[in-house]
């Protein structure tokens, strides 16, 4: 909807357009703060407080058009909802609708005035301005990438963000930046697989990590790999001719803490998931290019810790990236894998790939980066959606100082996530007759937790561990706040980087 986002001078000539809160149950000008009513010179703004569409409701606009044209050509009058509880979330709400308005209208710039919700205590001005930065910023994603001579350019804007003092512009551009992250996770989420093999994220890694000094990208395939004994990772990828890479990218402080270890995130990088040889029926293989969303996003989420959070300590990503696909190469269901932990795994089901290629680098990260914990995101199974549809991530962790930092963490940024149990039990379900475990129990019971209780067996209790199933969350069915209908949500980006500014 945006072409781009800047931020303005602070102070300045008047808008285009303003965006004024009011809150639900305090309709009329009386629910205008005292700066909305000091810069309502003509009265419109009252006016428009006063008409029964101004409810205040969670995301309303109401929209006047002084006469004159002060405070602004255009005002928006923008809906908080109730006071009481006002917080945060419901800013965000707010704002995505403010600024979806403001970029539909091709307004030119366009100012916040939010005192009275500053004054509401809940929230400050630095979120207030990172709320605007996301949003307006994840409006700029491209939805028309892929859009050709079938299909008239759409002329999308440039809108100048006027800071203010209820949202200053060191604020808008940390949200904006944010943006930037989540949008690129998205974009890769987002191209087509016949584009985005494992060689061509790998690639993305590398341009991203080119302008960045304190990242470096590794690309480790073919003979390394086996070398390597990523045993599930080259055996999912093997019926591709789009061959698997593992993609370690790095982040390391200017300065460093001294001693510190390694956070590592790892990600699911399926770029295509046909099920193999327990092939996918039609209806459910179309979609299957966001099965790489546990690695795009892991990867916006470096961006964003190397950009905006930069951390005193390293921060490594790795991305297990393969195309499970047919051919006469193809792993099959009776195969046994024996992994890098000496762990021997009976294939029951080759469409159960996200865990094989999981586990390699669960044992991966354990064994060569000695790290502080370990977080993994997955589109790992389509039992999590039924289990909690799109609002909560599945969420495995029973180290209780990593979860308290997962939950707060996804209480801040909206990204949020539902725990889900380890039990003895449900590893018992995985035992094979034939190896130690298997890929996938032929019955459906507690299915998502399955694929959990499998990756258990190659993380050891030493290492706080933290796994996110995103199959539910990671694309937008229908369109949420900014994010448009059937696009990449980039869940989880921020949620990472605000945990690790919390470390
Ligand atoms: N990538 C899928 C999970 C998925 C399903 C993601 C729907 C997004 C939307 C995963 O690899 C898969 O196929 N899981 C199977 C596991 C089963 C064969 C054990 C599933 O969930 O049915
Ligand atoms: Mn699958
Ligand atoms: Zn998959």
Not at 131 to 158: H, R, V, Y
Request: hydrophobic content about 40%.
């Amino acid at each position: 909807m945006l072409k781009s986002v800047r931020v303005g001078a602070e102070g300045g000539a008047r808008p285009a357009a303003l965006v004024v809160g009011v809150f639900q149950g305090e309709k009329g000008p009386s629910g205008l703060d005292a700066g909305a009513k000091k810069l309502d010179t003509a009265g419109a703004i009252a006016a428009a407080c006063k008409r029964g569409e101004c409810t205040g409701a969670p995301g309303s606009v109401v929209e006047c058009f002084p006469a004159g044209g002060a405070p602004a050509a255009r005002v928006l009058v923008l809906g908080l909802g109730k006071k009481d509880g006002f917080d945060h979330h419901a800013l965000h709400k707010a704002v995505q609708q403010a600024a979806k308005r403001l970029a539909s209208a091709k307004e030119k710039d366009a100012r916040f005035e939010l005192d009275g919700a500053l004054a509401a205590g809940k929230i400050d001005a630095e979120r207030a301005g990172q709320s605007i930065g996301e949003a307006f910023g994840l409006l700029t994603f491209d939805t028309n990438q892929f859009k050709g001579s079938a299909t008239p350019k759409s002329q999308w804007p440039t809108i100048t963000l006027r800071p203010s003092k209820s949202a200053p512009a060191a604020s808008i551009r940390r949200g904006l930046a944010l943006a930037e992250s989540v949008n690129n996770a998205r974009r890769w989420g987002f191209t087509p697989p016949n584009i985005a093999t494992p060689n061509w994220m790998a690639g993305e890694a590398q341009k991203l990590a080119r302008g960045i000094d304190t990242l470096s990208v590794r690309v480790v395939r073919g003979a390394e790999l086996v070398k390597e004994k990523m045993e599930g990772h080259l055996n999912v990828g093997k019926a591709s001719e789009n061959p698997p890479c593992l993609i370690r990218i790095e982040y390391k402080p200017k300065k460093a803490k001294a001693g510190a270890r390694p956070v590592v995130l790892l990600g699911k990088t399926i770029t295509y998931d046909t099920g193999g040889l327990s092939l996918k029926p039609t209806n459910f293989m179309a979609g299957m290019k966001g099965d790489m969303c546990g690695g795009a996003n892991t990867l916006g989420a470096m961006h964003a810790i190397a950009t905006v959070i930069k951390p005193n300590f390293p921060v490594v990503g790795l991305l297990v990236a393969a195309e499970n696909s047919v051919s006469e190469d193809a792993y099959r269901p009776d195969d046994v894998l024996t992994f890098r932990n000496g762990v021997t795994v009976e294939v029951t089901n080759t469409d159960a790939e996200g865990r094989l290629v999981l586990a390699d680098g669960l044992c991966w990260a354990e064994a060569k980066e000695k790290p502080a914990c370990i977080i993994d995101m997955a589109t790992l199974t389509g039992g999590v959606i039924t289990a909690l549809g799109s609002t909560f991530a599945g969420m495995w962790c029973e180290d209780d100082k990593l979860r308290g930092k997962i939950e707060s963490a996804a209480k801040v940024t909206g990204d949020r996530v539902w725990r889900l149990p380890h039990d003895e039990s449900y590893r018992e379900m995985m035992k094979s007759p034939c190896a130690d475990i298997v890929n996938s129990n032929p019955n459906r019971k507690a299915h998502p937790i399955q694929g959990a209780a499998f990756l258990s067996y190659f993380v050891s209790d030493k290492t706080p561990w933290c796994h996110l199933d995103i199959a539910g969350v990671s694309d937008a069915e229908t369109e949420m706040g900014t994010i448009a209908k059937d696009t990449p949500t980039g869940w989880g980006v921020r949620l990472l980087a605000e945990y690790i500014g919390s470390l």
